[in-house]
């Protein structure tokens, strides 16, 4: 059993920076990769960045390299989203989300659990 819940989202203006974290209670994480996808109004779920537990390794879509940083806390049992240099089409819904395995790729497809969501805003 793998539970998801994520916290921090907002409102900001562009430029600013914002946390996301999902707190994340699974028997097993050193087997799992976690990641967040968000979903804009009207758009598809899209994936936004993953990180494997067991050596942190990542991955990020091309739309938010060098602007947002996906990280993990051990200690906390907890993944965040870091992000900064914020832009009005980054509003969406944010969700964290976990699959089995160690293999890097994440899509919706693969995505095994999902947290409930939390609203980014970004006005410009």
């Known amino acids: 059993q793998v539970q998801l819940g994520e916290s921090g989202g907002g409102l900001v203006q562009a430029g600013a920076s914002l946390r996301l974290t999902c707190t994340v209670s699974?028997?097993?994480?050193?087997?799992?990769?976690f990641g967040w996808f968000r979903q804009a109004p009207g758009k598809e779920r899209e994936f936004v960045a993953a990180?494997?537990?067991?050596?942190?390794?990542?991955d990020y879509a091309d739309s938010v390299k060098g602007r947002f940083t996906i990280s993990r806390d051990y200690a906390k049992d907890t993944m965040s989203l870091h992000l900064s240099s914020l832009k009005p089409e980054d509003t969406a819904v944010y969700y964290c989300?976990?699959?089995?395995?160690?293999?890097?790729?994440?899509?919706?497809?693969?995505?095994?659990?999902w947290g409930q969501g939390t609203q980014v805003t970004v006005s410009p």
């Open positions: 989300a976990a699959k089995d395995g160690r293999m890097m790729t994440m899509s919706q497809g693969t995505v095994g659990y």
């Open positions: 699974a028997r097993a994480p050193s087997t799992m990769v």
């Open positions: 990180i494997r537990w067991r050596d942190g390794g990542t």
